[in-house]
């Protein structure tokens, strides 16, 4: 549930009683009561993407020496070009596509992923233009592919810096019912529990979902904030979702946690 120690001190799961992180109507065990939401902390996606990104630039810069220096490289100047730039992209998207892939998430489309296509397209464009119109446009697509680095790396940092986490809530699975379970305004997926998806909430953040969980015989749903690229977040750590959520969703208390789950 609090993740593993190397993840840092962020990773860390409240104690029972310590409800500091959740409104007061959302109810957590306490030394009187084993009912209530916890914290499931998720691998922290900065630290994934730290060495990936690091190297990102260092590639992209190197991509203009062949250029600017021909015939100094043991093969071909384009050739070398086009792998270092195609490395120093790589190093961004596949990364940030993996990490998200191991969330619990439901976005898995590529074009989805923090990154700016918009301008990263505009910068192939102009690129493509200096073959038939001028040998320039090259160099002001280069310098267009690094504003769409920077844009990027901005993108990036704002996903990086929010909480990765969901709270869970132990349930009786065969007598859920959603409906029942849930406040108005939820967009249901299925009246029933069940693995996966099962209701969602929009928000300018993304979506507020829940979602069902199983570890071995016990059941849970999870609350979580999936942002408009698919990673997943504390929604209790958004303002905006958190303001949502200040009132209890979950109209429940579900049942007790199992005690080898409960922290110490």
């Known amino acids: 549930m609090s993740g593993e120690p190397s993840w840092g001190s962020s990773a860390k799961q409240p104690s029972v009683g310590d409800d500091s992180d959740l409104p007061e109507s ?54 070398s070009a086009a792998a270092f730039f195609a490395l120093s992209w790589l190093l961004i998207i596949v990364p940030l596509y993996l990490i998200r892939s191991s969330q ?14 918009l301008t990263f397209v505009i910068a192939c464009a102009v690129f493509g233009l200096h073959v038939s119109i001028h040998p320039a446009l090259g160099w002001l697509s280069y310098a267009i592919f690094w504003l769409a680095w920077f844009r990027t790396y901005a993108m990036v940092r704002d996903v990086a810096i929010k909480p990765s986490g969901r709270w869970l809530l ?8 959603t409906t029942q379970a849930l406040r108005d305004g939820w967009d249901i997926d299925s009246e029933f529990w069940t693995t996966g998806p099962i209701a969602k ?6 979506k507020i979902t829940l979602t069902g ?21 504390d929604p209790f750590a958004d303002d905006h979702s958190s303001r949502v959520l200040y ?3 979950v109209v429940i208390t579900g049942v007790d946690w199992p005690s080898r789950l409960l922290p110490s």
């Open 104 to 117: 619990p998430t439901y976005v898995g489309s590529i074009h989805t992923l923090p990154f700016d296509w």
């Open 247 to 249: 009132e209890s969703q």
């Open 201 to 206: 909430l929009n928000v300018d953040a993304g």
């Open 26 to 79: 959302w109810p957590t065990p306490s030394d009187d009561s084993a009912k209530g939401w916890l914290r499931q902390t998720l691998r922290p996606v900065g630290t994934r993407l730290l060495l990936p990104m690091s190297w990102s630039p260092f590639f992209l810069v190197i991509t203009a020496v062949p250029l600017a220096l021909p015939d100094r490289t043991p093969v071909d100047d384009q050739t």
């Open 170 to 177: 132990p349930v009786d699975s065969s007598n859920w019912k």
């Open 213 to 233: 969980v199983s570890r071995g015989e016990n059941r849970f749903v999870a609350i979580a904030l999936i942002d408009p690229s698919g990673f997943v977040h």
